[in-house]
C-alpha cells in the first residue's frame, strides 16, 4: 500500500493482488480531505505492491512480471518494463518483481527484482522514466518488504533464507547515482544468522536512525540504531560489512500473530510503529521507539496487541492478505496524528488506527494486549473506510 499526501487530502493506492493472487488493477482510496476521488485503476497483470511520491503526485506500482505502472491520479499514464527474470521465492509467494519504495527525496524509485539465480535491486529515476542497469544483492535474497530511509541515505533489506540458496541476512545498500554499494550484517567478528531465518521486513524511524526488521514465526523483533553503525568497505568484489548496536527483543503479547510478527512499517516522524498479521488472521499491534538515538542498545519502549472487530462494516470475518505486507503508516496533515493503514484480504475496506490511542486504549491487567472490553470503533482508534471494490 502507498500513501500520497498532497496538501490536506491524504489517499492510499491498494493493489488488488499479491505474489499468490493474479487478481488486476489497484484501487485509490481516498482516507482524508475532500480532493480525491475513489476510483479502480484497471492494469493488464496483477499488482502487488505500490508507492508514491508526495512531492510530484506520481505513483509507481509494479506486477508479478516486469511491468513498471506510473500512475497519476486515477490515470495509468506510463508502462516500463524492468530488468527481472526468472523468480524469487519467498515463504508468501513468487515473483519477477517483488515490490518497490519510492524515495521522494530524489525522486527515485527502488524495485525489487529476480535476477536469472540471483535477486537485487533496479532504480527508476521517476525525472525521466530511465530504468538503470539492476544490482545483484551478491549471495543473498532481496527483503520481501525492504524499506528506504532517505536522511541516512540507506536501503534496509532483511532478508528470509530463500529455500536454502541464500543464508538470512540484514544488508543495507548505500545508494550513489544509478549504482549502490551493499554492506552485510556483521555480530563481532563474523557475519552470522541471526538466529531466525525469516527476517520477513525492515523498517526505519527516519529521524533517529533506529531499524527495524520483523522475525516470522517468532514473537521477537531485530532492533537496531544506524546512527552508530561502522561500515566496512568490501574487497575483492564482495560485499562490505556493518554493524550498530543491536537485541533481539522478545514480545510475549505478539503470541496470537498466527505467522509470528511480520507486516512492519513505523511513521515518518512519532516514532510510532504498527504491525499486522498475514495469511487470514486478525491480529495486529503499536509499538513506541525510542524519540533518541545515538548511545547504549536501542529497545522498543511500549508495544499493545489488539485484534480487529471480529466482523467488518458488511458483516464479513476480516482477515488480512499475504504477501507482500498490505500495510502503511502516515503522519495526518490536518491533526497531526499518526496513523496505520491496513487493508482485509477481500479488498473491500482499509482499516486506519491512531497508533497512540491504540497505546492508549484500556489494556488487560499485567500484559500489553487491548483489554477485550474496548470497542476500538467506538473509541475512534478504529475507523473502516469502504474501497470501490474489485470489478465483477
Known sequence: MSILVQGTDVSTYVPNGNWGETTTGVQLVPIEGIGVSAATIGTPNAVNSCSSNSATGRTVCVSNGTDVYLITGSTLETTLTDGGSGTV?????????C?????????????????????????????NNSLATPISAQNAAISESFAVDPLSNLILSPSEDENGNFPANFQLLKPSGTTA?????????????????????????????????????????FISDLSQATFTAGTGGLPGTWTAPNQIQTFTDFQTFSAGTTGLAVAPSGHLGILEDEGGSSAFGAIQLPATAGTG???????????????DPSGQAWSFPLDPHALTVYVSPNNGKAYGLMVNDARTYVAKIDLAGLLAAMRTAGTHTVDSSVDLVATGVLTFIKMPGIPS
Open 89 to 97: 521465492s519467498f515463504s508468501g509467494g513468487d515473483c519477477t518483481t
Open 181 to 221: 554499494t551493499i554492506f552485510d550484517f556483521q555480530n563481532a567478528a563474523t557475519v552470522f544468522v541471526l538466529p531466525n531465518d525469516e527476517l520477513d521486513g525492515g523498517a526505519a524511524d527516519c529521524t533517529t536512525g533506529i531499524s527495524l526488521s520483523s522475525l516470522e514465526f517468532t514473537d521477537n523483533l
Open 99 to 127: 515490490g518497490v519504495v519510492v524515495d521522494s527525496s530524489s525522486n527515485t524509485a527502488v524495485i525489487g527484482v529476480a535476477l536469472g539465480s540471483d535477486s537485487g535491486f533496479q532504480f527508476l529515476n521517476l525525472s
Open 297 to 311: 542498545t536501542p529497545s522498543v519502549v511500549d508495544w499493545v496487541a489488539a485484534s480487529m472487530p471480529a466482523d
